[in-house]
């Protein structure tokens, strides 16, 4: 393990030396004309902007997306966001033995412990068709990159084994209903619920930063999923036509709106339940990160955040909470 001090414990004008990882490299003018690098690094705790002012035109070949640097530098705040000025920076050498695996964020939870749970609510689904269908995807190297793979590249679940623990959040919330209402199909809406990102596995890098594959941005998961389920389907003898739309349509629908690049709005009562049961998951992991990286700053909110239109209120027991 990686002994140095993570990002999210610094504060506006400590200084630091530290091994991180590149996740954003471009070029760009300050409002003087002046060129800069603008970098993006991070460690386990968080991902902070950067900037190196002068001598970078050597490092632009050397440093990029998923490069391993080593920096020295100072964190400032600028517009209510700590960034790091870079002092000194070079990329690591084998001689400084590191790894992505030191950098990349991980779930808390014990994946072992994950995929014990997995595996029960595969044997848990007594649909014949459905329970052959399901344990079909999760098999083998499919289920080996669904394990890894995170939920998503920055706002919920974003880190190693993330979609894992996204989708297991997901079938308690949906046993939940299905208890709670025995109108719903529960067979059909958690095997709705274990395969909607399903597509995630392809739609997202993950080995030395997360960022988007040529295939997910030409696809995207939602379409990757309904393509998978859609083969499998056609391997099983006499699968019911009218449960494969259904369960299909459950994918398909799981963002909840046209303009939130769902391909069909929700039109079932098992649908409805796994939009919601999606929201709910991955809007609070969302904000409890968020509150996460910013309860440090001395501030009782958070920085605002676009993807939720919004900042957060930082109650008092969870401020500089380590």
């Keep these: 393990?990686?002994?140095?001090?993570?990002?999210?414990?610094?504060?506006?004008?400590?200084?630091?030396?530290?091994?991180?990882?590149?996740?954003?490299?471009?070029?760009?003018?300050?409002?003087?004309?002046?060129?800069?690098?603008?970098?993006?690094?991070?460690?386990?705790?968080?991902?902070?902007?950067?900037?190196?002012?002068?001598?970078?035109?050597?490092?632009?070949?050397?440093?990029?997306?998923?490069?391993?640097?080593?920096?020295?530098g100072l964190i400032e705040e600028f517009n209510g966001t700590l960034q790091i000025r870079v002092e000194k920076i070079r990329p690591a050498t084998e001689n400084d033995n590191v790894s992505s695996d030191d950098f990349l964020p991980k779930s808390f939870r014990p994946l072992n412990e994950m995929i014990e749970e997995f595996?029960?609510?595969?044997g848990s689904i007594t649909n014949p068709y459905l329970s052959r269908l399901t344990k079909k995807i999760f098999s083998g190297e499919n289920f080996n990159k669904f394990c890894r793979t995170p939920a998503g590249k920055a706002w919920h679940h974003a880190y190693v084994h993330g979609l894992?623990?996204?989708?297991?959040?997901?079938v308690k919330i949906c046993d939940l209903m299905a208890t709670l209402h025995p109108e719903i199909n529960r067979d059909l809406l958690v095997s709705g619920a274990l395969l909607h990102d399903f597509g995630k596995t392809e739609e997202l890098t993950y080995e030395n930063s997360f960022d988007y594959s040529d295939k997910g941005k030409l696809i995207g998961h939602i379409v990757i999923s309904a393509i998978e389920i859609e083969k499998n389907i056609s391997l099983?003898?006499?699968?019911?036509?009218?449960?494969?739309?259904?369960?299909?349509?459950?994918?398909?629908?799981?963002?909840?709106?046209?303009?939130?690049?769902?391909?069909?709005?929700?039109?079932?009562?098992?649908?409805?339940?796994?939009?919601?049961?999606?929201?709910?998951?991955?809007?609070t992991n969302a904000y409890k990160y968020a509150i996460e990286v910013d309860k440090n700053r001395g501030s009782k909110w958070t920085r605002f955040l676009p993807l939720a239109n919004t900042s957060l209120y930082i109650p008092d027991n969870l401020q500089g909470e380590e």
């Design 1 to 72: 393990m990686l002994e140095q001090k993570r990002l999210n414990e610094l504060n506006n004008g400590d200084e630091f030396t530290a091994f991180l990882i590149t996740t954003k490299c471009e070029v760009k003018t300050a409002k003087n004309g002046k060129p800069f690098l603008n970098l993006e690094l991070r460690d386990q705790s968080a991902a902070l902007p950067a900037k190196v002012w002068s001598n970078f035109e050597d490092l632009f070949d050397k440093i990029k997306e998923g490069v391993i640097v080593k920096v020295a």
């Design 119 to 122: 595996n029960s609510v595969l």
């Design 164 to 170: 894992i623990e996204h989708t297991l959040e997901i």
């Design 236 to 283: 099983i003898p006499e699968f019911p036509e009218d449960l494969k739309n259904q369960l299909i349509h459950l994918v398909l629908s799981h963002q909840g709106k046209l303009e939130f690049a769902s391909p069909v709005e929700p039109k079932t009562l098992e649908a409805i339940v796994l939009y919601q049961a999606d929201e709910l998951s991955a809007k």
